[in-house]
């Protein structure tokens, strides 16, 4: 649903303490699922009942208030809530919390398609689909196997980091086009003054220290069809994912783990520690290559995914 701006948050191995601790879940499939299967979803807004627990996380999910964009409301303690939101979706979904981490099998994602990747990367039917080659070997495993991390439902990593100064580049390439942060729902938005495009590529492999906290950018964030589609304030507008996959190799941002967990606010100073600095795109290794061609090859041609295991991305 619509993401929010916060002035400070507590970060964790997971990320940011209780972001995503919901998820809707595809009845018919019996998997999560979200706004690249129902974009519809991100019309809808969510908010905490009340303070979450500092405990809260997997298994413990705290309640939450749903509003849809009529202004009525559902709690996640309604029985009502998975209706109301299989109504509005039009499709038989159930509103579920985050599983505990020794509940593996929650996490389990469909074996895709070629044009599930097709759909959710916003390609033709005769466009290549995309190199996933910048992603390691154990993650590529792991998504291979799981529809989300376990212990979380973030996409790949637990942070995304995201700069200014890069997405004013972007809109630079696609006049009209408004790249505004809301439609890349980063963890962490950056100001990098005087610094050039995707300045933030530039610190993958080192480390990013804040007074509580400590991250470490991995790798550039590949970009799916989200960014483009219509959210409250924001029409669809394809050019987004176009102009990104044309002049930026497909990605905008970085992914990134906790390195040490504590407290962030905004207008805090970011120090790189730049002593591990690696390329952002090194070059995938044979193994690498050899394990994207694989997935890639193994992968059903046609339709919507309709089984619960193998590769969820």
Known sequence: ???????????????LHTDRTWAVRDVQLDVTTGAKRHPRLLMCSARYAGVPPPDAGPGRAPEVVIEFPDGTQV?????????????????????????????RDRYRGPIATKADLRETFGLAADEPLPDMSVFPVKKLAELSRYATPVGSYVDAYPVHVLTEQTLAAMATRAPGADFDVRRFRPTILVDS???????????????????????????????????SLEQPGLDRDPRITRTVAAHSRRCLGVYGTVLRAGRIAEGEALQLDSSKVAKAFPGASALRRAVTRAVSAALPAGGRANERSGPGR
């Open 193 to 227: 003054p005087g610094s050039g495009e995707h300045v933030e590529w530039d610190w993958c492999g080192g480390v990013l220290r804040l007074p509580g906290a400590q991250l470490q950018p991995l790798i550039p964030t590949i970009r799916c069809v989200m960014p």
């Open 75 to 103: 709690s996640s303690s309604d029985p009502a809530v998975h209706t109301e939101l299989s109504s509005f979706l039009d499709h038989e979904v159930t509103l579920e919390p985050l599983p505990p981490v020794n509940r």
């Open 1 to 15: 649903m619509s993401g929010e701006r916060v002035s400070a948050a507590d970060l964790s191995e997971f990320g």
